[in-house]
DNA sequence: GAGTTTATTCCACAACCGTATCATGATGTC
DNA sequence: GACATCATGATACGGTTGTGGAATAAACTC
């Protein structure tokens, strides 16, 4: 047996290559030549991995919302061994919001992939409908646990306010990114949300 | 003097195509040549009125943005002679949410456009910040008003209402275009939110 | 009606893109 | 150490793109 090399691995490498180039000059503008240059491949090395442009870009975009995934997670283990729904509920929200580079680039590109899906048929249908479903679903779920432990006034429609958080956190978020307001400001305002549901944070 | 033609109807016939191109095929796949069959003229007429690809993508983004606001208007009006924040706020707010065929061509090319901001510098800046600035702010002294009225609980902060009820409708109206939702649901999802400012409608 | 200016078309060019072909290097087995 | 197989590279090709040049049609003035 010749070299070997694991395929996952590379895959992932020249994926987070594209996400870095369309971060820069916008997903419409990644090409093969470019996600190569800055994998440190050759093109044709790409097209090795990937047989085509389409396959590339939709590996991508599911890397990408698993590294989101994988950074929401982070953020709910980082707000303590035993969160409660607010806890999840703001961890969730607040990885909407990109206070970094690393972050600001990722929703760059996922925002792209999204806007792609408007239109371009190989990537419409599923794709971003079954992932915010669960997880909104799995709001709902926490929000209604906090109602039933009395955290939280019962007369609210847990699921009107979990879809008008989510929403709050994608729409701040694009205003982020356009750069409208500033991170930290729309923290506030999504705290101010939080509040208004929780009650005041420790008091 | 020979034949005259008015440039700027020209132009907009011409935008109004791109538009229409834009919702099919997605911003990204627009080119001269499909604008030009859609507005039924040659290439090199486009060419004629836009002197390059940039500035008819710049010109049918302006374009674009004023019929947004035209439609904002038009439903602001619709509400009656003398319509009170709460109605304004709502027509806003149900703008943003697509429902029919028309509304959605231009709000997915409005969120083609706002992606494309991201990242590329031609379109950068004050674009996608100045237009919904002056929309936040409008709003927020319309609330201001309800409060000084004794329509609204003056404890609220309007800024932060405002501001999540704008992010509330771009959010939703965003997973309408996806297909998370229908209209229909997103509107109920507004109309709960106002209703916790304002009231319950009419009661 | 000749002339000038505007509106419009046809066509070609240079650059770029994704993809395919062919060749080469590397690395394991027997 | 020969061979088979995987990994990688250089390069060429057909198609598409935005753009510019040259020419034609139309309409108004004098």
Redesign the interface.
């Known amino acids: 047996m010749p070299k070997r090399v694991d395929h996952e691995e590379r895959r992932r490498q020249i994926a987070q290559a594209l996400v870095a180039v ?8 990644v090409g093969m030549r470019e996600v190569a240059a800055e994998a440190g491949v050759s093109v044709r090395l790409v097209q090795y991995y990937f047989a085509s442009k389409d396959r590339l870009f939709f590996y991508a975009y599911r890397y990408l919302g698993e590294q989101l995934g994988l950074r929401i997670q982070a953020r709910v283990r980082a707000a303590g061994s035993r969160p409660g729904p607010r806890e999840v509920l703001e961890a969730t929200l607040f990885e909407g919001l990109p206070d970094d580079e690393a972050s600001r680039n990722m929703h ?1 590109v996922y ?2 992939y ?7 048929p190989s990537m ?1 249908g599923h794709a ?2 079954e992932g ?2 669960v997880l909104e679903n799995h709001l709902v779920g926490q929000l209604r646990a906090a109602q039933d432990a009395g955290e939280v006034p019962g007369d609210l ?1 847990a699921a ?1 306010e979990v ?2 958080l ?7 978020g ?2 982020v ?4 307001r500033d991170a930290a400001a729309a923290k ?2 999504v705290t ?2 939080l509040d208004r549901i929780f009650g005041p944070r420790s008091g």
């Open positions: 369309a971060a820069r000059q916008g997903l419409h503008a760059i925002t792209a999204a806007t792609l899906a408007l239109t371009d419409a971003f409908v915010p479903d429609d009107a879809a008008g989510l929403a709050i956190s994608a729409g701040l694009t205003s990114l356009v750069g409208q506030r305002v101010y949300h």
